[in-house]
């Protein structure tokens, strides 16, 4: 395919509510979109990298520069005619997974218009619904969480994933456990704990979770796997799980029975997809992640979680519960069963509304086709 033009756009969108981690708050996104013109078409990627590298060592400003100074120019100088050969043109860039992921996942996005089918259908995707959960952030006391849940599980989501930290988890789990006993529940501590913890940790498998996500550094097998062995709660990798490679890894060395799949944090479809074949043939669960993404990053996680594998509810919500107003059309919306429809037009399945995306633009630059100078 011919690429016309790239173009890069960072818009500023404030969150209905904060959303709180064991690394910090958001309050406002910086979302980064890349628009790939092409032969009349257009498709669109979104960044999944964080205001501040603390979920990753990505950033938006990091990917800004990335797409700008490397892999724009890449994808222009050899454009691709499948988004499979993404991976091949980004080689020489090590790491950059999220702004990778950017470019990679537009290119599917325009394949998929151009072969008249959903993104869904063109990367082999077997599902017409996805099974929805929740992540809930720290909330300012107990009795806010619960109420909280009360909200999320009368709309209809079938999972309710708790976000912990020291000081922020057995009490809870307890409280919500003693009035919710049969519910599916789940923590992510987003590494806050270390193996001195272990003991502590140990005590969580009395609240019969469904996983304890990420509880060790967010670059470890090792200490992962011999967590594993004294826990009967399985442990799910988030942070961990880059690429097919680790999640090989991790399932040789038992770190993990369940893994986070997030299509930034693997550096776009191609990888995500082997991750997902590997772990069916192994028979190790995963479910679709989410990054507090517009509806752009959004569709692209719908699209995913069609795949077979994705058999346990993600974190792939409504648009509302994150926006006033979403930059898509029709918005994300999720049935009284829990579940999104995945959509079965060409490409994304959901129309990018430009003069919103136009309004909400803070910064924007375009890249041509040009020589790399190296
Ligand atoms: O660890 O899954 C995570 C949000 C930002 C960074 C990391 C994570 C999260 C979430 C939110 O849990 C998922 C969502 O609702 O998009
Ligand atoms: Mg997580």
């Not at 795949?307 to 993600?314: H, R, T, V, W």
């Amino acid at each position: 395919m011919r690429i016309d033009a790239i173009i890069l756009r960072e818009l500023h969108l404030p969150l209905v509510r904060p959303f709180e981690t064991s690394f910090g708050v958001t309050r406002n996104r910086r979302v980064l979109l890349a628009e790939i013109r092409s032969e009349g078409l257009t498709g669109w990627g979104e960044c999944t990298a964080g205001e501040r590298p603390f979920f990753s060592p990505e950033s938006t400003d990091t990917a800004w520069q990335m797409l700008v100074q490397e892999l724009g120019p890449m994808l222009t100088a050899e454009p691709p005619q499948h988004g499979g050969e993404c991976p091949r043109i980004f080689r020489q860039v090590r790491g950059n997974r999220m702004a990778k992921a950017t470019l990679e996942n537009a290119i599917w996005d325009l394949e998929a218009q151009r072969e008249g089918v959903s993104l869904a259908q063109l990367i082999g995707g077997v599902r017409e619904t996805i099974p929805c959960g929740v992540s809930l952030g720290i909330q300012p006391s107990i009795e806010q969480t619960m109420e909280v849940i009360e909200l999320e599980l009368a709309a209809g989501y079938q999972r309710i994933k708790l976000k912990c930290k020291p000081g922020w988890d057995v009490d809870l789990f307890e409280k919500v456990r003693n009035r919710w006993p049969d519910i599916m529940l789940s923590c992510d501590a987003n590494s806050a704990y270390k193996l001195r913890d272990a003991d502590h940790l140990v005590s969580f498998d009395a609240f019969d979770l469904l996983m304890i996500e990420q509880p060790l550094w967010h670059d470890d097998f090792y200490f992962h796997s011999m967590l594993q062995k004294r826990l009967a709660t399985s442990i799910c990798l988030d942070e961990s799980i880059r690429n097919r490679r680790d999640a090989l890894a991790a399932i040789e060395m038992e770190s993990c029975k369940i893994i986070n799949l997030k299509l930034g944090r693997v550096g776009g479809f191609s990888e995500a997809i082997a991750i997902h074949n590997a772990t069916l043939e192994r028979g190790i669960p995963v479910w679709c992640g989410g990054m507090l993404e517009s509806g752009i990053g959004r569709a692209h996680n719908i699209a995913l979680s069609s795949l077979e594998n994705f058999s346990l509810p993600g974190d792939v919500s409504a648009s509302a519960r994150y926006w006033a107003e979403d930059i898509i059309e029709p918005e994300v919306l999720v049935s009284s069963a829990g579940e999104i429809a995945i959509p079965d037009t060409p490409g994304r399945g959901y129309e990018v509304r430009t003069e919103l995306v136009e309004r909400l633009t803070v910064r924007k630059e375009t890249i041509r086709d040009f020589e790399l100078v190296c």
